[in-house]
């Protein structure tokens, strides 16, 4: 059973930079793509950026794009997600999810396509 484990989160101010960590643990050898989503209060859960395949190929969404980074270091079974340039509307639960097949951007973007979720981190940016 993969477990992942989220931290990084907080309350900074529009403008800031705060890094994202997702530790996994069990079977990771079994994984091929991770993805971050986020849930902001009373909002459907979306998609923040995925990173698959053993070249690292990631995706994100328009809304992050140019903003955020994801970057993932095998040794420490840890994937990372850089945000900078925080907006008032980036306020939300960040969640990673693990899943056992490569992605492209499609695919990386479907929450159905996951198969083990975080518990997740709270990122709340005021104006």
């Known amino acids: 059973q993969v477990q992942l484990v989220e931290s990084g989160g907080g309350l900074v101010q529009a403008g800031d930079s705060l890094r994202l960590s997702c530790v996994a643990s069990?079977?990771?050898?079994?994984?091929?793509?991770m993805g971050w989503f986020r849930q902001a209060p009373g909002k459907e859960r979306e998609f923040v950026g995925a990173?698959?395949?053993?070249?690292?190929?990631?995706y994100y969404a328009d809304s992050v794009k140019g903003r955020f980074t994801i970057s993932g270091d095998n040794a420490k079974n840890t994937v990372y997600l850089q945000m900078d340039s925080l907006k008032p509307d980036d306020t939300a639960v960040y969640y990673c999810?693990?899943?056992?097949?490569?992605?492209?951007?499609?695919?990386?973007?479907?929450?159905?396509?996951?198969?083990?979720w975080g518990q997740g981190t709270q990122v709340t940016v005021s104006s």
């Open positions: 999810a693990a899943r056992f097949r490569y992605c492209s951007a499609l695919g990386c973007s479907r929450d159905a396509g996951y198969d083990y």
């Open positions: 069990g079977p990771t050898f079994s994984m091929f793509a």
């Open positions: 990173i698959s395949g053993s070249r690292g190929s990631t």
